[in-house]
């Protein structure tokens, strides 16, 4: 056996020691797994960030500058922090372009109030107090409810204004979102006053993702989060990751987005018209006309996203995590365990109350249902199989990459490629990533490519760690 240097050449004449460092067999480990995020979405007329180029954000104030006060950009953005403060993420700012925005409004009737009291305001997930006094209007009180909302303004997705007895909502972004943003009041101690909410409405035409996505295509990201969660938005995401990841880009990655509408309706869109095994939707079913706050769909996506970033083993299932700053949903809008069924079986993964009012992931579900020709599939069913793939990919190609950097192709080679993948596979098992390896290692082929000289294919069986999702027990009853 040669030994091979890099740096020393084999003509040297002159006497002497000389020494060259080899770091190819220094990593025997396994590489890191951390998650980094890009987030897609709408900025407003305030924030400097390019249209459809990344930028770097390290904290909410990044994301206010980038993309605007209380813009979908900046409140995305900071679900994600809340839940990760540690996360790396790039936010992909998008200009409104064409479309229109939302309004909704508040309009306060009845008498001159007789009895002092509260007023309780909801505009998505945040909660705006304002006090009635004995003889106010119905012109003041809606005076009095505007300027607390206006002192809280840069928290919401909304402007507002009060003319007379009329406070009007404007949605700060353009497009079908801003149409989900959810208003509710009730009045305390005073039943003088009654407040009547129109909802917003009118948000159409959002924009195109498509150049965000060509932008972004070279990046190295972990997870996309996608707030826009119309069908052509996802579709376009969908087909991005699976470019990303073809054998030849190798750059494979998970799509996230949001939602709390109609159940049926995202249902046929994961586990129909989507059925992708990289994308992934949390859903978590709330009731618009309900006196009290609920998140937002986008903020939904950033949570979820945030969540699974922080757990960098690829194998454990994320199950009763909790997701951070997300509003429980109402107690008549909690979901059964049929409807949680339906969702699991239809490629969406359902979020649950938890106890201390706090949201917690179900299952971590793929939208991927069925295969190609039409079957039932269950291979890529849980979130953590494709993400077991692509890490396994990745700690073979990095071992690989290191310890064979300029080699050469002999009939030795063979050999030496299928010990270090072997080595890598066994980590994985002991890791509890990968299992059966030993019982596998048949299956483990490396050879020469018959048509390539230069080439050499391997083969290798991953049998994933599953995750424990049903513990099923029977009590026998003795007397």
């Known amino acids: 056996m040669s030994i091979s240097f890099d740096n020393i050449p084999t003509s040297i004449r002159k006497p002497g020691i000389v020494t060259e460092y080899n770091t190819t ?3 025997q480990g396994l590489p890191a797994n951390a998650q980094k995020i890009a987030l897609l979405a709408q900025k407003t007329s305030s924030g400097i960030g390019s249209d459809s180029t990344s930028v770097a ?111 009007s909502l404007y949605a700060r972004n353009y497009g079908t979102l801003g149409n989900n943003i959810p208003v509710s009041s009730k009045m305390f101690a005073n039943s003088d006053s009654t407040a009547t909410i129109v909802q ?10 498509a150049t965000a996505l060509t932008n972004i295509y070279p990046g190295d990201y972990d997870i996309i989060v996608n707030t826009l969660n119309n069908s052509t938005a996802l579709g376009l995401l969908s087909t991005h990751l699976t470019d990303r990841a073809s054998p030849t880009e190798d750059r494979p990655a998970i799509g996230v987005f949001g939602y709390t509408g109609v159940q049926a309706t995202i249902e046929t869109l994961c586990g129909t018209t989507l059925n992708a095994g990289r994308m992934s939707c949390g859903y978590l079913k709330y009731t618009k006309t309900t006196e009290r706050g609920h998140s937002l769909d986008y903020e939904i996506a950033g949570a979820y996203a945030a969540v699974i970033a922080s757990e960098q083993d690829p194998a454990r299932p994320l199950n009763g995590l909790v997701l951070p700053g997300i509003a429980p949903c109402a107690e008549e809008s909690k979901l059964s365990r ?133 513990i099923a027990q029977r009590i026998d009853l003795k007397l």
């Open 57 to 167: 954000v390290f904290s909410e104030n990044d994301l206010v500058l980038y993309g605007g006060t209380g813009s979908i950009a900046h409140l995305s953005g900071k679900v994600v922090f809340d839940a990760n403060p540690n996360v790396q993420m790039d936010l992909v700012p998008l200009d409104d372009g064409a479309g229109t925005d939302s309004t909704g409004t508040i309009t306060i009737t009845g008498i001159d109030a007789t009895t002092a009291g509260t007023i309780e305001t909801w505009v998505g997930n945040v909660r705006v107090e304002s006090s009635v006094a004995v003889g106010d209007s119905t012109d003041t009180v809606a005076s009095s409810i505007q300027t607390a909302i206006s002192a809280i303004e840069h928290t919401m997705p909304v402007t507002s204004a009060v003319a007379d007895n009329v406070i």
């Open 25 to 27: 067999l220094a990593v």
């Open 200 to 209: 917003p409405t009118g948000g159409a035409t959002d924009p195109s993702i």
């Open 338 to 470: 049929s409807q949680q069924e339906s969702l699991l079986l239809n490629g969406v993964t359902p979020l649950e109350n938890v106890t201390g009012s706090k949201v917690a992931i179900v299952r971590s579900i793929s939208t991927y249902t069925t295969s190609a020709s039409g079957y039932a599939d269950v291979s890529l069913l849980d979130l953590m199989t494709i993400r077991t793939l692509d890490y396994t990919k990745l700690a073979v190609e990095t071992r690989l990459g290191l310890v064979f950097p300029r080699s050469k192709l002999s009939q030795r080679t063979p050999a030496k490629v299928r010990t270090q993948v072997i080595n890598v596979l066994l980590q994985l098992e002991e890791q509890e990533i990968l299992e059966n390896v030993e019982a596998n290692l048949d299956m483990v082929i490396v050879e020469r490519n018959a048509n390539d000289p230069n080439r050499i294919d391997i083969k290798i069986p991953a049998d994933v760690v599953n995750g424990l999702h049903v």
